[in-house]
């Protein structure tokens, strides 16, 4: 009996050793993965600074952020990523056109019309909307509506702006339709409420009480939506074209810089070339802009938030 | 004596009330055109691609001729992709959420790795493909291969695993930590047996939508360098490989209208596999999420 005992007691010791162990280890590594997370943003930075150096040791900086040709291949390359910057903020342009009005009149529909009935349908198929692969809306650009498109605009090339920027925006048209509505789905009724026993009509509520109040969260998503249209990469390089072209005309062939991007790695540039090197330099100017916008949105929704 | 004009008030509301039904109505239409978009969208790539679509055309390795073309390849090769992305993913953002919730400190440091993943889930998707290119297919020399394409991928959806898995811990209240530590429970213990048993739907759920964006990305897969022409199916994750998103991608860059045939055929297999993969975590939330 007593051997028994100490022996449960040895057992129970050295259980309480692994017991210790695991309640120690576990945390340690969870912290580990949580420390991958920043090893990735370390991992890009350094990426993009390292490469994107090398780069300006062959091409000065004066005459990348002020070039106006972009003509990496060839003899005479020259790279000016003005048109890059153009072609990018030319399909945000348009695609901003599309995603702002129709996102904010989904999600003012959604929050202050529609009957719980008709939310639960709509909602599930704007969440399939945003689940579409970007690829789809390439294809679905440049095959449907590229054509569709030239039936209005007779001379319309295959490749333009104009369709690739119209599907970029239909493609946000979810995100801010569904933010937005968050945003307002979080003004307290009471406020609705006051406003209908003042004799305000729904319209009224909506625009003069619901937005107002939930603008801060409206505007954010306006600004993450565009910082996805400029990162948008599939839909740009399948319906836009690749010709960088400093231009305004939504109807010419453009090229974006992640456009650019997916059109060197296709094209196996190879390794050390400066054409391999000015995608990290393209790639940095374009890490760069979604971060700024990115930071510009968390700011706007923290700063000018209303507590209720 | 009147001082109300009752006329003109009656007029004014009018007004009002039918602007009103007017703005409902246009406010309906914006909303319907999303829905148009994306009913026209799958007419039109059903009607192209569904005849094409058969068991050969699932069976066949891509081909220079559109009518022996398939996508063996770019299925093996997405399972592959996935079995890497899975496990990696999940775990890191499974972990990475516990960390948050239940170990850190609110401090400093958590605060950075906090404001580190939303802005790490803000970053182009053509970002991470130049890093998966530089550091797991350069610097790691792991070629462009499965393991360095799940890896760049694992990387691309972590946040937003990290954010579903947060979800669903903070979703567990307060007194189930209490139940637990009141039984003499240790803090592992709790999170292990109490935790993460209550968390694991809403984890799973979030998982397998954020599984679902990797398997239609396209960009960082391209970016490493993952082939369009591939006629294997990769034996190990050191070999090189295609996705279905780089089959179709290759497909509609071609001139022919054969070619955009069979891209809608690929379309209709990887979105019947999104639906399927969403229906699930749609199921599994009904199922399983517990309402305390």
Same mark, same amino acid.
């Given at each position: 009996? +007593?051997?028994?005992?100490?022996?449960?007691?040895?057992?129970?010791?050295s259980?309480?050793?692994?017991?210790?162990?695991?309640?120690?280890?576990?945390?340690?590594?969870?912290?580990?993965?949580?420390?991958?997370?920043?090893?990735?943003?370390?991992?890009?930075?350094?990426?993009?600074?390292?490469e994107?150096? !090398?780069?300006?040791?062959?091409?000065?900086?004066?005459?990348?952020?002020?070039?106006?040709?972009?003509?990496?291949?060839?003899?005479?390359?020259?790279?000016?990523?003005l048109?890059?910057?153009?072609?990018?903020?030319?399909? !945000?342009?348009?695609?901003?056109?599309? +995603?702002?009005?129709?996102?904010?009149?989904?999600?003012?529909y959604?929050?202050?019309? +529609?009957?719980?009935?008709?939310?639960?349908?709509?909602k599930?198929?704007?969440?399939?909307?945003?689940?579409?692969? !970007?690829?789809?809306?390439?294809?679905?650009?440049?095959t449907?509506?590229?054509?569709?498109?030239?039936?209005?605009?007779?001379?319309?090339?295959?490749?333009?702006?104009?369709?690739?920027?119209?599907?970029?925006?239909?493609?946000?048209?979810?995100?801010?339709?569904?933010l937005?509505?968050?945003?307002?789905?979080?003004?307290p009724?009471?406020?609705?409420?006051?406003?209908?026993?003042?004799?305000?009509?729904?319209l009224?509520?909506?625009?003069?009480v619901?937005?107002?109040?939930?603008?801060?969260?409206?505007?954010?998503?306006?600004?993450?939506?565009?910082?996805?249209?400029?990162?948008?990469?599939?839909?740009?390089s399948? +319906?836009?074209g690749?010709?960088?072209?400093?231009?305004?005309d939504?109807?010419e062939?453009i090229? !974006?810089?992640?456009?650019?991007?997916?059109?060197?790695?296709?094209?196996?540039?190879?390794?050390?070339?400066?054409t391999?090197?000015?995608?990290y330099?393209?790639?940095?100017?374009?890490?760069?802009?979604t971060?700024l916008?990115?930071?510009?949105?968390?700011?706007i929704?923290r700063?000018?938030?209303?507590?209720? | 004596?009147?001082?109300?004009?009752?006329q003109?008030?009656?007029?004014?509301?009018?007004?009002?009330?039918?602007?009103?039904?007017?703005?409902?109505?246009?406010?309906?239409?914006?909303?319907?055109?999303?829905?148009?978009?994306?009913?026209?969208?799958?007419?039109?790539v059903?009607?192209?691609?569904?005849?094409y679509?058969?068991?050969?055309?699932l069976?066949?390795?891509?081909?220079?001729f559109?009518?022996?073309?398939g996508?063996?390849?770019?299925?093996?090769?997405?399972?592959?992709?996935?079995?890497?992305?899975?496990?990696?993913?999940?775990?890191?953002?499974?972990?990475?959420?516990?960390?948050l919730?239940?170990?850190?400190?609110?401090?400093?440091?958590?605060?950075?790795?906090?404001?580190?993943?939303?802005?790490?889930?803000?970053?182009?998707?053509?970002?991470?493909?130049?890093l998966?290119l530089?550091?797991?297919?350069?610097?790691?020399?792991?070629?462009?291969?499965?393991?360095?394409?799940?890896?760049?991928?694992?990387l691309?959806i972590?946040?937003?695993?990290?954010?579903?898995?947060q979800?669903?811990?903070?979703?567990?209240?307060?007194?189930?930590?209490?139940?637990?530590?009141?039984?003499?429970? %240790?803090?592992?213990?709790t999170?292990?047996?109490?935790?993460?048993?209550?968390?694991?739907?809403?984890?799973?759920?979030?998982?397998?939508?954020?599984?679902?964006?990797?398997?239609?990305?396209?960009?960082?897969?391209? %970016?490493?360098?993952?082939?369009?022409?591939?006629?294997?199916?990769?034996?190990?994750?050191r070999?090189?490989? %295609?996705?279905?998103?780089?089959?179709?991608?290759?497909?509609?860059?071609?001139?022919?209208?054969?070619?955009?045939?069979?891209?809608?055929?690929?379309?209709?297999?990887?979105?019947?596999?999104?639906?399927?993969?969403?229906?699930?975590?749609?199921?599994?939330?009904?199922?399983?999420?517990?309402?305390?």
């Amino acid at each position: 009996m +007593a051997v028994n005992v100490k022996e449960l007691m040895k057992e129970k010791k050295s259980n309480r050793s692994l017991q210790t162990f695991t309640e120690k280890a576990a945390p340690a590594f969870f912290l580990v993965c949580s420390i991958v997370s920043i090893l990735a943003t370390i991992g890009i930075v350094l990426t993009l600074l390292i490469e994107t150096i !090398t780069f300006f040791t062959r091409v000065p900086f004066m005459e990348f952020i002020t070039g106006t040709t972009w003509w990496p291949f060839g003899e005479n390359p020259s790279f000016g990523i003005l048109p890059l910057i153009s072609g990018t903020l030319l399909i !945000t342009v348009i695609a901003m056109i599309v +995603a702002i009005p129709f996102g904010l009149a989904s999600a003012i529909y959604l929050s202050e019309f +529609a009957s719980e009935k008709v939310r639960k349908v709509v909602k599930p198929i704007l969440e399939i909307l945003a689940g579409i692969p !970007t690829i789809v809306y390439g294809f679905f650009a440049l095959t449907f509506v590229t054509p569709l498109l030239q039936v209005f605009i007779s001379d319309l090339p295959i490749f333009n702006a104009l369709s690739a920027g119209g599907i970029v925006g239909v493609m946000i048209i979810p995100m801010i339709a569904s933010l937005s509505e968050d945003a307002m789905s979080s003004v307290p009724n009471s406020m609705r409420e006051g406003a209908l026993a003042m004799g305000s009509t729904r319209l009224e509520v909506a625009l003069k009480v619901v937005v107002p109040a939930a603008l801060s969260g409206i505007i954010s998503s306006f600004v993450l939506g565009i910082s996805r249209a400029i990162g948008e990469t599939m839909i740009v390089s399948v +319906a836009a074209g690749s010709t960088p072209t400093l231009t305004l005309d939504v109807t010419e062939s453009i090229q !974006t810089m992640t456009g650019y991007i997916v059109q060197v790695v296709l094209g196996d540039a190879s390794y050390g070339t400066t054409t391999y090197y000015s995608i990290y330099a393209v790639g940095m100017t374009l890490f760069l802009f979604t971060l700024l916008m990115n930071l510009l949105s968390q700011y706007i929704s923290r700063r000018f938030k209303e507590d209720y | 004596m009147n001082l109300i004009d009752k006329q003109l008030v009656q007029n004014k509301m009018n007004n009002r009330i039918i602007k009103s039904r007017i703005m409902r109505t246009v406010f309906f239409l914006a909303t319907s055109f999303g829905i148009a978009v994306l009913a026209v969208l799958l007419y039109r790539v059903f009607s192209q691609g569904l005849p094409y679509l058969d068991w050969q055309f699932l069976t066949n390795f891509a081909s220079r001729f559109p009518e022996e073309a398939g996508i063996k390849a770019a299925i093996f090769g997405t399972l592959w992709v996935m079995a890497v992305t899975a496990p990696v993913s999940i775990v890191l953002g499974v972990g990475t959420a516990i960390y948050l919730e239940e170990y850190a400190k609110e401090n400093k440091f958590t605060r950075f790795i906090r404001m580190n993943i939303s802005n790490l889930a803000g970053v182009p998707s053509v970002v991470f493909g130049l890093l998966g290119l530089t550091v797991f297919v350069r610097l790691l020399e792991m070629g462009r291969s499965v393991m360095a394409g799940g890896l760049t991928m694992s990387l691309l959806i972590m946040p937003i695993i990290v954010v579903a898995a947060q979800e669903a811990i903070r979703s567990i209240p307060q007194n189930q930590y209490e139940a637990s530590y009141a039984m003499g429970a %240790t803090k592992w213990q709790t999170v292990r047996r109490v935790i993460l048993p209550a968390a694991i739907p809403g984890m799973l759920t979030g998982s397998i939508l954020a599984l679902s964006r990797a398997i239609g990305e396209t960009a960082p897969l391209l %970016t490493i360098g993952a082939m369009s022409f591939v006629a294997y199916v990769p034996g190990s994750i050191r070999d090189s490989f %295609t996705v279905l998103p780089i089959q179709i991608y290759n497909w509609t860059g071609r001139p022919q209208e054969e070619f955009h045939i069979i891209a809608s055929a690929g379309i209709i297999v990887l979105l019947v596999a999104l639906i399927l993969m969403n229906s699930i975590a749609v199921f599994i939330r009904n199922k399983f999420s517990k309402r305390y």
